[in-house]
């Protein structure tokens, strides 16, 4: 096969010299133009309307809607960024669909008539919009938007164009990047400041071998419906607890079973976005790695599903899988000048949606760190601070996910779970970002100590709900919990977007950090009571909103029976 590099006389790239004098004009050149490299062109453009930023973007726009990208689902920080960092909020609010947070369905028991699966059911998931907003997202829809957006700021977006070799420049050497346009002709660009925001075939993770494996085997299959597929109207049947009524179509809906949860989501263009994400050890990928394979796999653990797709077999859009999606990064950030930014860098697991969390948080570290740079503001131990704070983050968060798949069907531990997840993220991550503190180093050192003691604590805890949830029967009431009547979430979900001042901005997060510690003396109260032998550290126990919360979903009953 021909080489299209070395058989093509090479074109500069335009506005550029050879000459590292170019640089005296510092420009930016991202390549891969998805959601965190269009993002990211956005962004810089919008600080920093002085630096050239091209971006290279391998497939032609316009996309297509509705089958297009996998990431439809946001969470507060991610809306938070595109809505007011970016200034997106009323294509948001025009172009797609709000959401009313993540919503889970457990089986009570593992007995339960299969037909009954969204009769009898354990649901979890709010009845009105929370105060703290997100969205729905049609990602062919946004990726659309977003280049032509980013093309009115100035953006130069070069679409159908691959990149095919990179080279770092060292120190204060131009970086080399060759690409070969749709018309097939190669050219070379020398930028001053480097993005790879090519996801999972980042080249510049794979020329300096950063990939890490990180022990968390998950894969994903995943397809559009050209169909509105409501839960709520399943099979016929009535949900039993009607308190959110047809609000639950605009759910991130999880179907939880043992060592996986299918998703339902909606989206603007009228498509359901349906998948499974499972735990290889417990689902081998085989199992359901074609829409065929899919669809035995459904029949055998959601027969409910299967027979509700069914009609709709004919509206398919697309199917796509995902093997070992799961990857750590042994660096981000660079003061080579070269940084990687959304899934380039590291991805653990979708179940709480945190994919576009970490491109706002990434493209803010990139966005200020361009900053110091070209003001000669500490950039190098910027560039530190930042890929420490990130990869730290990372490896904090995976202990949510690793080794838990195989509780996901447990209907007492996992709501007990998902309490203490919720607010640990709305307590701190998303806090920090929605209040401004991730895009400044040194404030953000300060913070580090208590990041990395929730993270220890995390781990601690995560641990011991595996182990809890071997001991406790899997077995709860069929009832209906709204997250926000658990009275910590519903106050740390109303203080992301409050307006504090620096001093309040310390109160509220030590108050938020007594509240995640009322929560942990809850959880460990409780184990240390019914299963003494799975607890180190006893502690003095007060009974809070997670004894409440197990009351209401008949653990006490089940564990002294
Ligand atoms: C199963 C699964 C479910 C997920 N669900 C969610 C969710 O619900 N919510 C969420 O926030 N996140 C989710 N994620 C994460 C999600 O994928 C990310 O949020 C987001 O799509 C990543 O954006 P990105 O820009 O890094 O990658 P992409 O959007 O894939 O962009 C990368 C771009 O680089 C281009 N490219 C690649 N190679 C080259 C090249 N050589 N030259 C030029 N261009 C190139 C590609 O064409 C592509 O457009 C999920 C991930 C998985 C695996």
């Keep these: 096969m021909p080489d299209p590099i070395s058989d093509t006389p090479f074109t500069q790239h335009e506005g550029q010299s050879n000459n590292s004098s170019a640089h005296d004009n510092k420009d930016l050149l991202i390549m891969g133009g998805g959601l965190a490299g269009l993002t990211l062109a956005i962004q810089v453009k919008q600080a920093h309307a002085d630096i050239p930023i091209t971006v290279l973007e391998r497939q032609q726009h316009p996309v297509d809607e509705a089958a ?177 009524g047809p609000a639950r179509w605009f759910s991130t809906n999880h179907l939880m079973g043992k060592g996986y949860w299918v998703w339902f989501i909606p989206l603007a263009s009228g498509s359901t976005s349906i998948g499974i994400v499972a735990d290889e050890h417990l689902h081998p990928f085989d199992t359901y790695n074609t829409f065929d394979a899919a669809m035995t796999w459904l029949r055998l653990h959601e027969p409910v599903i299967a027979d509700f797709i069914q009609p709709y077999r004919g509206n398919l859009q697309d199917f796509r899988v995902l093997r070992h999606f799961s990857h750590d990064c042994e660096q981000v950030y660079s003061s080579d000048r070269w940084f990687l930014s959304g899934e380039a860098g590291a991805f653990l697991d979708p179940f709480y ?106 781990e601690q805890l995560q641990s011991l709900f595996s182990e809890w949830a071997r001991k406790a029967p899997n077995q709860s009431t069929a009832t209906y919990i709204d997250p926000f009547d658990i009275p910590e979430l519903d106050v740390l979900n109303k203080g992301l977007c409050q307006d504090l001042n620096a001093d309040d901005f310390e109160h509220q997060l030590r108050k938020n950090l007594a509240l995640l510690d009322g929560m942990h003396n809850d959880i460990i109260g409780i184990v240390q009571r019914d299963f003494p032998m799975l607890v180190s550290n006893t502690v003095d126990h007060q009974p809070g909103s997670i004894s409440t919360l197990l009351d209401r979903i008949g653990y006490h009953t089940a564990v002294t029976a």
């Design 353 to 458: 949606s945190p994919g576009s969390d970490l491109i706002a948080i990434s493209n803010t570290f990139i966005t200020a760190m361009i900053k110091a740079d070209k003001e000669n503001d500490a950039f190098a131990q910027t560039t530190v601070v930042f890929d420490r704070f990130y990869l730290s983050m990372i490896r904090n968060t995976l202990p949510i996910y690793q080794n838990r798949y195989e509780m996901f069907d447990h209907a007492t531990v996992m709501p007990v779970k998902i309490a203490w997840d919720f607010a640990v993220y709305w307590s701190f991550t998303a806090f920090l970002f929605i209040q401004d503190r991730m895009n400044n180093a040194s404030e953000l050192l300060k913070l580090l100590r208590y990041f990395e003691d929730m993270g220890r604590k995390n």
């Design 68 to 244: 297009h990208k996998v990431g439809e689902s946001t969470v507060e920080l991610a809306t938070y960024y595109l809505s007011e960092v970016l200034g997106l909020k009323q294509h948001l609010d025009e172009a797609q669909l709000p959401k009313l947070g993540l919503r889970f369905f457990f089986r009570p028991n593992p007995e339960i008539a299969e037909q009954d699966r969204f009769k009898n059911t354990l649901e979890i998931g709010a009845k009105t919009l929370p105060h703290s907003a997100s969205y729905q997202l049609d990602r062919g829809i946004l990726e659309n938007y977003l280049a032509e957006k980013a093309q009115a700021l100035g953006v130069n977006f070069i679409d159908g164009a691959k990149v095919t070799e990179v080279s770092i420049g060292k120190r204060t050497k131009h970086h080399h990047v060759k690409y070969v346009s749709r018309e097939g002709s190669a050219t070379q660009a020398t930028p001053y400041w480097l993005v790879d925001a090519c996801s999972r075939r980042s080249p510049l993770k794979r020329l300096q071998g950063l990939k890490k494996n990180n022990n968390h085997d998950v894969n994903a299959a995943w397809f559009r419906i050209n169909a509105k597929l409501d839960l709520n109207t399943l099979a016929g049947q009535t949900l039993a607890n009607n308190e959110a």
